[in-house]
Nanobody, 124 residues
């Protein structure tokens, strides 16, 4: 299996940027498609972005398209989420997730492994 550890969260003003990182250990990172999800208080966990195992295809929720960018470095066993033009409604705990398939998925239950999450707070 694979272990995931997110970092890079914090407090930022609206319009600012953050870059989240998710470091993977365990089995071969390049064998997993990866995703970022988020969960705000009182809400269900929702898809944010995904990337296939080669990094050649990316997927985004409509709410973040054009503002967030997912990428991966298979040599460093790390997936990133660059978040620009942040809005207060982006406030949530952000989780990275892995699935042992070529393609990513928008569906939370398609992922087998999860990190512990990192808090992102955007102030207005």
């Amino acid at each position: 299996q694979v272990q995931l550890l997110e970092s890079g969260g914090g407090l930022v003003q609206a319009g600012g940027s953050l870059r989240l990182s998710c470091a993977a250990s365990g089995r071969t990172f390049s064998s997993y498609a990866m995703g970022w999800f988020r969960q705000a208080p009182g809400k269900e966990r929702e898809f944010v972005a995904g990337i296939n195992l080669s990094g050649g295809t990316t997927y985004y929720a409509d709410s973040v398209k054009g503002r967030f960018t997912i990428s991966r470095d298979n040599a460093k066993n790390t997936v990133y989420l660059q978040m620009n033009s942040l809005k207060p409604e982006d406030t949530a705990v952000y989780y990275c997730a892995a699935r042992p398939y070529y393609d990513g998925s928008y569906w939370v239950h398609a992922y087998d492994y999860w990190g512990q999450g990192t808090q992102v707070t955007v102030s207005s």
